[in-house]
């Protein structure tokens, strides 16, 4: 039987804690409904994961899924096809756990989120790409630096005529679908605003022409020799150490005039003498299961970085290597 005095100390232990979760919850500090989801989904004896987005870089998302299912053989894993747009739509929708973004969610995309949840999504960036300017047979390929390409392309992202300043330097300027997530992440890299898909038809009069993906890109490209066209080099199927696609060229992208070009290769990307980069991002929603937060967060970890790595694409950030030096000849008797 519990002594008077280790009674009370109990009891004291008890109002303290139950005094500090509720200043904590009064304040926000603990997830409630982040917490009642995750208890929710530990007990399902047939645990799924579902993935969006994976046309933005197709070997990259079929090999981190298979790498996770060997982790987790009792969880199924499922991929859907789709770019920025749908995968952020599917995730909102709770259609999938998982979403790949060529871009952050805007404050609007956010805001949807909150109001759906009480939270935001949680975004964690992965991978580096690059964003290539191709050129045709006839058409200029520079150099260009950024503020010139800014300036081209400003008034599409002021609501005017889609990339009006464009005209200086080719005649069509080839995009992927908007939906797809590299016109945005263009529009980023040079600090221009977002806005929503304008056309996605191919058939707009002016200098700007999206097309269906990188590849249909490349093929305009190929066959207009006047032209200019932008791809990722996360889903556009090119080698930059291999030199560009047959009928076209790079075009060179500096910083400032003056400045020699670099190619956009991975040291270049990586480095950040190719100037015109964007990351991977994948995102979960803030009070969703539990397994897209913890596919989120292994992504995000060392480990999961360098399982991108492993894939052939630039990790988000370096992660350390542990390096054991010894004068020891390796194995047994120095064999």
Same mark, same amino acid.
């Given at each position: 039987?519990?002594?008077?005095?280790?009674?009370?100390?109990?009891?004291?232990?008890?109002?303290?804690?139950?005094?500090?979760?509720?200043?904590?919850?009064?304040?926000?500090?603990?997830?409630?409904?982040?917490?009642?989801? %995750?208890?929710?989904? +530990?007990?399902?004896?047939?645990? @799924? #994961?579902?993935?969006?987005?994976?046309? /933005? *870089? $197709?070997?990259?998302?079929?090999?981190?899924?298979?790498?996770?299912?060997?982790?987790?053989?009792?969880?199924?894993?499922?991929?859907?096809?789709?770019?920025?747009?749908?995968?952020?739509?599917?995730?909102?929708?709770?259609?999938?756990?998982?979403?790949?973004?060529?871009?952050?969610?805007?404050?609007?995309?956010?805001?949807?989120?909150?109001?759906?949840?009480?939270?935001?999504?949680?975004?964690?960036?992965?991978?580096?790409?690059?964003?290539?300017?191709? %050129?045709?047979?006839? +058409?200029?390929?520079?150099?260009? @630096? #950024?503020?010139?390409?800014?300036?081209? /392309? *400003? $008034?599409?992202?002021?609501?005017?005529?889609?990339?009006?300043?464009?005209?200086?330097?080719?005649?069509?300027?080839?995009?992927?679908?908007?939906?797809?997530?590299?016109?945005?992440?263009?529009?980023?890299?040079?600090?221009?605003?977002?806005?929503?898909?304008?056309?996605?038809?191919?058939?707009?009069?002016?200098?700007?022409?999206?097309?269906?993906?990188?590849?249909?890109?490349?093929?305009?490209?190929?066959?207009?020799?006047?032209?200019?066209?932008?791809?990722?080099?996360?889903? +556009?199927?090119?080698?930059?150490?291999?030199?560009?696609?047959?009928?076209?060229?790079?075009?060179?992208?500096?910083?400032?005039?003056?400045?020699?070009?670099?190619?956009?290769?991975?040291?270049?990307?990586?480095?950040?003498?190719?100037?015109?980069?964007?990351?991977?991002?994948?995102?979960?929603?803030?009070?969703?299961?539990?397994?897209?937060?913890?596919?989120?967060?292994?992504?995000?970890?060392?480990?999961?970085?360098?399982?991108?790595?492993?894939?052939?694409?630039?990790?988000?950030?370096?992660?350390?290597?542990?390096?054991?030096?010894?004068?020891?000849?390796?194995?047994?008797?120095?064999?």
């Amino acid at each position: 039987m519990l002594s008077r005095r280790r009674m009370w100390l109990l009891i004291r232990i008890a109002v303290y804690l139950a005094v500090i979760l509720g200043i904590m919850l009064y304040r926000g500090g603990v997830p409630f409904k982040r917490f009642r989801s %995750a208890l929710r989904s +530990a007990g399902d004896e047939h645990p @799924t #994961l579902v993935l969006a987005g994976r046309d /933005l *870089a $197709p070997p990259l998302v079929e090999k981190l899924a298979a790498e996770y299912r060997r982790d987790y053989p009792k969880l199924q894993v499922t991929v859907l096809p789709g770019g920025t747009y749908r995968a952020l739509d599917q995730l909102l929708a709770r259609e999938t756990d998982v979403a790949f973004l060529m871009r952050r969610p805007t404050a609007a995309e956010q805001e949807l989120f909150r109001q759906a949840d009480g939270d935001t999504a949680v975004t964690e960036a992965i991978g580096l790409g690059g964003l290539v300017l191709l %050129a045709g047979a006839q +058409a200029p390929v520079g150099p260009v @630096t #950024l503020d010139a390409l800014k300036a081209a /392309l *400003a $008034p599409a992202s002021e609501g005017g005529a889609p990339g009006a300043g464009l005209a200086a330097f080719c005649g069509r300027f080839y995009a992927p679908d908007p939906n797809e997530g590299a016109w945005d992440a263009l529009l980023g890299a040079l600090g221009l605003p977002i806005i929503d898909a304008a056309d996605t038809s191919g058939t707009k009069a002016g200098p700007v022409v999206f097309l269906a993906d990188a590849a249909a890109v490349i093929a305009a490209v190929a066959a207009d020799p006047g032209s200019w066209g932008v791809v990722s080099t996360l889903n +556009a199927g090119l080698d930059p150490e291999l030199g560009p696609p047959a009928g076209t060229r790079f075009v060179d992208v500096v910083t400032a005039d003056g400045v020699k070009a670099t190619s956009p290769t991975a040291a270049g990307i990586g480095t950040g003498a190719y100037p015109l980069n964007h990351s991977l991002y994948v995102a979960c929603r803030g009070a969703g299961g539990l397994e897209g937060v913890k596919f989120v967060n292994h992504l995000g970890s060392a480990r999961g970085l360098r399982q991108v790595e492993n894939a052939g694409v630039l990790p988000a950030r370096l992660v350390a290597r542990e390096i054991q030096l010894s004068r020891d000849a390796v194995g047994k008797d120095g064999k």
